[in-house]
């Protein structure tokens, strides 16, 4: 698939052959607005311009949570168990 001279794309063209989701996946992104579509009648077309922002923020995400560290360390377990595998009392 060419980006170039394209202003706008189907919703299976953006979510299955440039982001690499599922047909289904895809459709659910769209409805759910993680991917920006344009309704013209019963069509759904996504605008370049908003895939290129979406992809720019993830981008931007990963980037800003790669940067954060968790305080403390790792997450220490919620309950505490015996040998037995049941919940000990406290």
């Known amino acids: 698939m060419r980006w170039s001279g394209r202003d706008t794309f189907t919703v299976e063209e953006a979510g299955c052959e440039i982001l690499g989701l599922s047909r289904c996946s895809a459709y659910e992104f769209a409805r759910t607005a993680v991917i920006p579509t344009i309704r013209i009648g019963k069509r ?47």
Do not use: C, Q, Y
């Open 44 to 90: 759904l077309i996504v605008p370049r311009v908003g895939l290129e922002r979406l992809l720019t923020g993830m981008a931007g995400a990963r980037n800003r949570n790669a940067k954060r560290k968790r305080p403390g360390g790792k997450r220490k377990a919620r309950h505490r168990w015996s040998d037995s595998g049941r919940k000990k009392e406290e």
